[in-house]
C-alpha cells in the first residue's frame, strides 16, 4: 500500500516539473513608472462641505417645486455629486451620481447617451476611492450602454470594452480560476469573439487592433499561469478515494483551452500581422509568445525583424512578457513596496547575479517571494546589432504587491 501511494505522489511531482510553468512579468511585480503619481489616501476637504450643503439644498429646493424626476434635475445633482467628489466625501458623491443617473435613464430613456458623462463620473471616483467591484459593475453597464460590443463599432464602444475587460481581467487575478471556470470562459468567449470581429473590419483595425490582440494575449498568459497542470493519474485516483484528495474538477471546455494555448496564442499574435506586418511590437509580441515558450529559433527570427524596425529597443534584455505588458490596476491595491533590480540575462534569457535592494534604504524588506519570482521568469535577450543575442545587465525600478 506504502508503495502505491508513493508511485502516486511522484507520478504527481514529475507532472508539475513537466510543466514548468515560468511567473509572467507583471503578476505582482510591475515597473515603478505604472505608479498613480498622486497615490494620496483621498481627504475630506471641510473648506468645500459648505458648498457641498449649499449645491444638495439647491436640489431638494428642485425637487420640491419641480418634482423627484424632473429632467432639470439631472445637472444640479451631477454638479453636486462633482463637488462631493472634490471635497473627498466621496459616499456622498457617489449617491448623488446614482442619482443623477437614475433620473437620466427616467427621462432619456434606458440607453440614453446623457448617462455617459455621469457613468464617466462614477468610474473616475471609483478609481479615487479603490472600490474595485462598483467600478466593474458600472464598467459592465457603460459596456452594454454602448452596444454591447456588437458591429458597427464606434470609438467609445470600442474604449468601453476595453475599460470593462481590463477591470473583469484585474478582478480575476487574485482568485483562484480553477473554481472560477464558467467566469472565466464567459469573459473568453465575448473577448475572443469581440477581438475578431474588430482585427477584421477594416474600418477600425489599423488603429483598435493591436490593444484588443493585446488584452486577449494577456487574458492567455494567465490563464497558462493561474490554472495548474490537472493531473489525471487512475493510480492516484485509486490511492485516494476521498474527494479532497481528487482532482479539481474544472470545465472540460476550460481544460481544452488551456491544452491548446500555444496554437491560440500563436493565432492571435499572426492575426494582428495580417493588419500591419512591419509593426515591431506585433512583431516582438509574437517573438514572446515563442520565446515564452521556448521556442528559441523561430522568435529570434522575429526578434531580429523587429530590431531592424526599433533597434533601441533591443539594446537590454526584458522579462517577458514585454507585449502585452501584464500590470494591476494599482488603484485597486494596497501600497505597493518600491525596490530596484539588478540582474545578468544570458543570451538564451537565463537571469542570475540577482540582487534586489528597497528604495526605501531597508534591504530587510524586499520580499522573499518577490526574489523567487524573479528566478523563475523568463527574459528575452539583448541583440547585438539586430543579430545575435548577448548576455546584457538588466537594470529596473520595480514595485511588488505582497
Given at each position: 500500500?506504502?508503495?502505491?501511494?508513493?508511485l502516486?505522489?511522484?507520478?504527481?511531482?514529475?507532472?508539475?516539473?513537466?510543466?514548468?510553468?515560468?511567473?509572467?512579468?507583471?503578476?505582482?511585480v510591475?515597473?515603478?513608472?505604472?505608479?498613480?503619481?498622486?497615490?494620496?489616501?483621498?481627504?475630506?476637504?471641510?473648506?468645500?462641505?459648505?458648498?457641498?450643503?449649499?449645491?444638495?439644498?439647491?436640489?431638494?429646493?428642485?425637487?420640491r417645486?419641480?418634482?423627484p424626476?424632473?429632467?432639470?434635475l439631472?445637472a444640479?445633482?451631477?454638479?453636486?455629486?462633482?463637488?462631493?467628489?472634490?471635497?473627498?466625501?466621496?459616499?456622498?458623491?457617489?449617491?448623488?451620481?446614482?442619482?443623477?443617473?437614475?433620473?437620466?435613464?427616467?427621462?432619456?430613456?434606458l440607453?440614453?447617451?446623457?448617462?455617459?458623462?455621469?457613468?464617466?463620473?462614477l468610474?473616475?471616483?471609483?478609481?479615487?476611492?479603490?472600490?474595485?467591484?462598483?467600478?466593474?459593475?458600472?464598467?459592465a453597464?457603460?459596456?452594454?450602454?454602448?452596444?454591447?460590443?456588437?458591429?458597427?463599432?464606434?470609438?467609445?464602444?470600442?474604449?468601453?470594452?476595453?475599460?470593462?475587460?481590463d477591470?473583469?481581467?484585474?478582478?480575476?487575478l487574485?482568485?483562484?480560476?480553477?473554481?472560477?471556470?464558467?467566469?472565466?470562459?464567459?469573459?473568453?468567449?465575448?473577448?475572443?469573439?469581440?477581438?475578431?470581429?474588430?482585427?477584421?473590419?477594416?474600418?477600425?483595425?489599423?488603429?483598435?487592433?493591436?490593444?484588443?490582440?493585446?488584452?486577449?494575449?494577456?487574458?492567455?498568459?494567465?490563464?497558462?499561469?493561474?490554472?495548474?497542470?490537472?493531473?489525471?493519474?487512475?493510480?492516484?485516483?485509486?490511492?485516494?478515494?476521498?474527494?479532497?484528495?481528487?482532482?479539481?474538477?474544472?470545465?472540460?471546455?476550460?481544460?481544452?483551452?488551456?491544452?491548446?494555448?500555444?496554437?491560440?496564442?500563436?493565432?492571435?499574435?499572426?492575426?494582428?500581422?495580417?493588419?500591419?506586418?512591419?509593426?515591431?511590437?506585433?512583431?516582438?509580441?509574437?517573438?514572446d509568445?515563442?520565446?515564452?515558450?521556448?521556442?528559441?529559433?523561430?522568435?529570434?527570427?522575429?526578434?531580429?525583424?523587429?530590431?531592424?524596425?526599433?533597434?533601441?529597443?533591443?539594446?537590454?534584455?526584458?522579462?517577458?512578457?514585454?507585449?502585452?505588458?501584464?500590470?494591476?490596476?494599482?488603484?485597486?491595491?494596497?501600497?505597493?513596496?518600491?525596490?530596484?533590480?539588478?540582474?545578468?540575462?544570458?543570451?538564451?534569457?537565463?537571469?542570475?547575479?540577482?540582487?534586489?535592494?528597497?528604495?526605501?534604504?531597508?534591504?530587510?524588506?524586499?520580499?522573499?517571494?518577490?526574489?523567487?519570482?524573479?528566478?523563475?521568469?523568463?527574459?528575452?535577450?539583448?541583440?547585438?546589432?539586430?543579430?545575435e543575442?548577448?548576455?546584457?545587465?538588466?537594470?529596473?525600478?520595480?514595485?511588488?504587491?505582497?
Amino acid at each position: 500500500m506504502l508503495t502505491r501511494v508513493v508511485l502516486a505522489l511522484v507520478s504527481l511531482t514529475s507532472a508539475s516539473v513537466i510543466a514548468d510553468t515560468p511567473v509572467p512579468f507583471g503578476i505582482r511585480v510591475q515597473p515603478l513608472e505604472s505608479m498613480p503619481t498622486d497615490p494620496t489616501p483621498v481627504q475630506v476637504d471641510t473648506a468645500l462641505l459648505a458648498n457641498v450643503d449649499e449645491a444638495e439644498q439647491a436640489v431638494i429646493s428642485m425637487e420640491r417645486r419641480l418634482g423627484p424626476y424632473h429632467p432639470d434635475l439631472t445637472a444640479p445633482l451631477v454638479d453636486a455629486a462633482h463637488l462631493a467628489a472634490q471635497s473627498g466625501d466621496t459616499a456622498l458623491a457617489a449617491l448623488l451620481y446614482d442619482r443623477a443617473l437614475h433620473n437620466a435613464r427616467v427621462n432619456d430613456g434606458l440607453y440614453g447617451d446623457q448617462q455617459l458623462p455621469i457613468l464617466r463620473g462614477l468610474l473616475d471616483l471609483y478609481l479615487v476611492s479603490g472600490d474595485r467591484a462598483a467600478f466593474e459593475e458600472r464598467a459592465a453597464y457603460q459596456f452594454r450602454l454602448l452596444g454591447s460590443g456588437l458591429p458597427p463599432f464606434e470609438t467609445g464602444e470600442l474604449q468601453a470594452a476595453l475599460e470593462f475587460f481590463d477591470v473583469s481581467l484585474d478582478a480575476l487575478l487574485d482568485v483562484a480560476w480553477e473554481t472560477r471556470g464558467r467566469d472565466v470562459l464567459r469573459l473568453h468567449d465575448r473577448f475572443e469573439s469581440m477581438t475578431e470581429e474588430v482585427c477584421a473590419d477594416q474600418s477600425v483595425n489599423r488603429d483598435w487592433c493591436e490593444p484588443f490582440t493585446f488584452r486577449l494575449g494577456r487574458f492567455y498568459y494567465l490563464l497558462e499561469y493561474k490554472l495548474d497542470v490537472l493531473v489525471n493519474d487512475p493510480r492516484f485516483e485509486s490511492v485516494f478515494a476521498d474527494t479532497e484528495w481528487q482532482s479539481l474538477e474544472r470545465e472540460p471546455r476550460l481544460d481544452a483551452l488551456q491544452r491548446r494555448l500555444f496554437g491560440q496564442g500563436e493565432k492571435l499574435f499572426e492575426a494582428l500581422l495580417t493588419v500591419d506586418a512591419d509593426n515591431p511590437v506585433a512583431l516582438s509580441a509574437l517573438a514572446d509568445w515563442y520565446w515564452f515558450y521556448r521556442k528559441r529559433d523561430r522568435a529570434l527570427e522575429l526578434y531580429r525583424q523587429a530590431c531592424a524596425r526599433a533597434p533601441d529597443s533591443f539594446t537590454q534584455a526584458a522579462p517577458l512578457p514585454e507585449h502585452p505588458k501584464l500590470a494591476y490596476e494599482l488603484a485597486f491595491q494596497e501600497r505597493p513596496i518600491p525596490v530596484r533590480l539588478s540582474l545578468k540575462v544570458s543570451e538564451r534569457g537565463q537571469p542570475s547575479d540577482i540582487e534586489l535592494t528597497a528604495l526605501d534604504g531597508d534591504s530587510a524588506s524586499v520580499p522573499s517571494g518577490l526574489r523567487r519570482s524573479m528566478r523563475k521568469m523568463r527574459y528575452r535577450p539583448a541583440l547585438d546589432e539586430c543579430k545575435e543575442p548577448i548576455e546584457t545587465v538588466l537594470e529596473m525600478d520595480l514595485v511588488y504587491l505582497e
